[in-house]
Structure formats: structure tokens, C-alpha cells
């Protein structure tokens, strides 16, 4: 009997002991998928907070909001993102990805947006923009207007996603299981340290989004102050010319050590203060400036075009009806910044027209007047490459005759084209000329803007100022529809050429081995623009080219692989996978030329 009950007793203790095993594994399982599914709840939050967030930065891209700071967020002594703060609205939060940790099971879709042809930004769906109901859902606006933000939801362990504020859901993949691919975060970067004028926002898929800083705004609007100073000063110089004046002393006007402008001071009329341009900001600047037309009367230009009110060309000259107030022959226009956009009124004030953006991703910056002068004149060289020259002697020029900043091209035009032997060019005698083959080739001239006034010119022949290696700055007469082959050949230090809006016609190599050029305006006018007409223009960078419809003749040479090329918003398809400018699609971008 004691046998057995020592057989039962060491039964009992085996028994427990083989009920006991290891559940570590077990335990370790559950509490990582605990862990992972955590992980994606909290990834699927942050998610939905930079959704919303980045479409609060593309609508303050759209009504010209700017950041007032930009701060990291930490946790645990770790930067996990940033708080975004604004002009108007509230402030943002964005979190930083956990790259390689977001889809080590299931696949984390990848939200975002892109800037369509439209110049629109739509939101995209890894990759792809997003379509429902057969129309692309944009990314500007608020919720309930025109944007509409995206959210995301786990359940069931897949990815859903709503596209109109949680009515509808769908399915997207798994967000947990065996394999995966992991989504990048939204924002690949947040550059705040670059600039001081604003803030990058750089997209997973690559998009950069550009909002201005609170010193940008500042920036412009001394701008804006100063454009109106030159303004008035511009009209100051066209009346002083227009009635003999002359300048008596041009003083440097320094800020901080540095030269900001000029005070210029004449015999009769009052001084005035001229500022150097800033460059850099964002956004289209108006260029504003004058233009003697062929009634011999300078008129107000902008953008290089007569303004037009009323049917009228509005004049530049004449004082303002007594002393400089505004009512007689001359008006002087004037520039506001509202909202971000620009304004311009031609009838002090009354009435305002808007322009185009002040703040924005990408722009091009309008340049100031440039002063220069010798022992005798002042010369104003405005945006588009009029010079007006002032008189330092009291003794002020013809206005029947060309002035020449350059003395060198100064004398090949008197030495040929002089008609009646005064010594001088005269605007008449320039426009005259119908052929000038051979006169220019391989000299020493460095700047011919004058060359716009040879209005009887209708081709720049092959070859004409070829070798101009001293050439830096030229502008094209109006009526000129061919620039034919290596016109601008070799000529190393252009670095500023004005194409005029009848030119149909860039030949081959017309401006091969311009090696200091940087940008250029290719007019609408333009239909043709042969083989390696910019070849070998190492630095040029910026191309803005206007036509709709792509001009036809390009080869694989015909600008260099490292430039961007700016066309119209509605034709930056046609451009694209029209054949010969495939070769740059990857370089071709929509550009808003109104």
C-alpha cells in the first residue's frame, strides 16, 4: 500500500511539472503585435495631422500666407517634427516619418500633391493623383469650397481612406501582416535655415513648396515703396530732359555700408532718390518703366508694353500740372501690394488694376535703374534697356540724336550711317538702315541697346556681330523676324540680349558659346528655333519661352541639358511630347506669363 501511494505521490509531482512549459515566445508575440498595431494607430494619427497640414500650406500658398515661425517639436529629447505658425489661421504641426519602421508588416499608403498643368495643386494616392467621379480632387482651398483633405483609418487591419470628411470609406491594403513596404513620411524636409525669406517644404514625392517669411513680406513692401520713388524720380528725369535741364551732382545713398541708390540733383528741378533693385523675391515684380515711341514722346511701358488706358498711351513727360501735381500732360502711375498681389493705378489712386502675385513659389524679379556716367552725362538704364541721358554740363543733348553709352559703337555707326556729316546718329538716320552685313563682326563694342532704334532692319544676318567678345548687353529692333545663323556666335560675355515680339526665326547656332548668358525671354512670336541655337550656353539657366504652341526645328543640341524651360500653363503638354522637345521634358515646367 505505501508503494502505491509513493508511486501516485511521484505521479502527481511529474505531472505538474510537465503542465509547466514556456509561454515567452507566446507572450513576446502578442505583446509585438500589441506594439506594432500601436505603432500604426499613432503612425495612421500623425498621418492625418500632416494631411491636414499640408493642405493649410498649400492654401497659404494660395492666398499669399506667410510663416511667422517655425519651431521643433521634441519628445523625449528627440525632434519628432515641427509647429508651423502663420500670418492668418492656426498653426500646423508636422510630424517627421519613421523611415523603415512604417510598413515592416502591411503597406502604408503615401499621401500628397503635385502641381498639374493648370498650375493647380491636386492630392496624389502613392504616386498618382487622386480621381473620384472623373475629376482630380485639388489641395487648395478650405474644406467645403474647393480643397478637399483626405483622411486615413485602420480597422480590420487594413488601411480605409475618405475623400469626403468620413461619408465614405474605402479599402485600401493590409496595414499589418507577414510582408510589406513601408510609405515614406509626407515631408521629406522642412528647411527653415536657408533662407530668411522663407520656408521650404520639401514633399516625399519630391515637391518643394515655397511660403515667404514675415521679412519677405517686409521685403517686398519696401519694394513696393521704392519702386514708387523711382517712379516719380523716372518721371523727374523724362521732364528734365524734356526741358533742358541738367544734373548737377549724383551722390551714393549707403544703408549699413552699402550702396542702396542714388541722390541725383539737377539746376532747375527738385532732387530725387533712385533705388537699386533687390534681387530674389519671390513672385512677379511689375516692370515699369518708359519708352520714346515714334511721335518722339516718351510714354509709360509695363512689362516692356505701352500702357493703354481709355484707349491712350499714357505720357511720361510734362510736369504734373503745377510744380509736380498731378493733372496736366504727365501721370505718374503707382504701385501697391494688397493680399499679395500687386496693384496699379494710372490716375493716382482713384482706380486700381490688379497685376500679377507678389509672393509665390517661383518668379522673376524686375530690375531697377541702372546709373552710370562719364565726365559729361548721367546715363538711366531702365528694365527693358532704354538709356536716358542727362546732360552734367548744362549744355543738354539734340533729343533728334542717339546718345551712345558705348563710344566705340558710336563711331562704326557714325563712320557708316552718318547721311548728313553732323558728327552724329540720328534716330531718323538709324532707321534708315536696312542691312548692316560685315559692320559689327569680331569688334570691340561691349553695349548696344541703340541697335532697337534701327527700325528698318528685318533680319540679323548670319554672322553679324559673331566674335563680339566684348558684347555684354544688346536689345533687337521691333521689326527684325530673323536672327539667322550664328548671328550671336561666340560673343563670351552677353549677358543680357532683349528679343523683340516680331521675331519669328532663331537660326542655327545663333547664340552658341554665349557663355555668360543666363536667362532669356523667348517671345510669343517665335515658330522656329533651329539646331544648337544656345549650345554650348553653359549658364543659362532660366528660360522663359512664351509661344502656346512649340516652336518647331530643335535638335538634341539646341539648349543645354541643365536648364530649366518655362511655358505656358496650357500648353506644358504640347511641349512635352511634342517630338522635338521630348529630349528636355524633364526640364520643361508651366509658368504663368500673365
Known sequence: ?????????????????????????????????ENRVAKLEELCKQMNTNISSLQTIVTALQNNVYVTGTTPLMKDGKEIGYTITFSKGNPITIYHGKDGQDGEDGITPTISVKKDTDGVYYWTLNGEFIVVDGGKIQAEGTNGT????????????????????????????????????GGDSMFSGVDYETSTDYVIFTLSNGTQIKLPTWSAFEALQRLCNETNTNLSALQTIVTALQNNDYITSVDPLTENGKVVGYTIKFAKSNPIVIYNGKDGADGNTPVIGVKKDTDGIYYWTLDGEFIVADGQKIKAQGTDGNNGADGSDGVTPKLEIREGYWWISYDNGTNWTQLGKATGEDGKDADSIKITQDENNVYFELADGTVITISKTGQSADPNVIQFEDEAVKAICVGYWDFDNDGELSYNEAAKVTDITNVFRGTNISTF??????????????????G???????????????????????????ARITLNTSLTTIGIYAFGNCSSLKTITIPSSVTTIRGSAFYLCKILSTIYCTPTTPPTGLDNYTFETTCKIYVPLSAVSSYKYRESWSKYASQIEGYDFE
Not at 532704334?453 to 528685318?458: A, I, M, P, R
Request: proline share 2%; net charge negative.
Open 146 to 181: 474647393n480643397g478637399t483633405t483626405p483622411q486615413f483609418k485602420i480597422e480590420n487591419d487594413y488601411w480605409f481612406v475618405s475623400y469626403d470628411n468620413g461619408a465614405n470609406w474605402t479599402q485600401l491594403g493590409k496595414a499589418t501582416g507577414e510582408d510589406g513596404v
Open 468 to 494: 563680339c567678345e566684348d558684347l555684354i548687353r544688346i536689345i533687337i529692333p521691333q521689326n527684325v523676324n530673323i536672327i539667322d545663323e550664328h548671328a550671336f556666335a561666340n560673343c563670351t560675355n552677353l
Open 449 to 466: 541697346n541703340e541697335f532697337q532704334y534701327f527700325t528698318g532692319l528685318t533680319e540679323v544676318s548670319k554672322y553679324t556681330f559673331t
Open 1 to 33: 500500500m505505501k508503494k502505491l501511494l509513493a508511486f501516485a505521490a511521484l505521479f502527481a509531482v511529474v505531472a505538474l511539472t510537465s503542465c509547466k512549459y514556456d509561454d515567452d515566445d507566446l507572450w513576446n508575440s502578442v505583446h509585438g503585435l
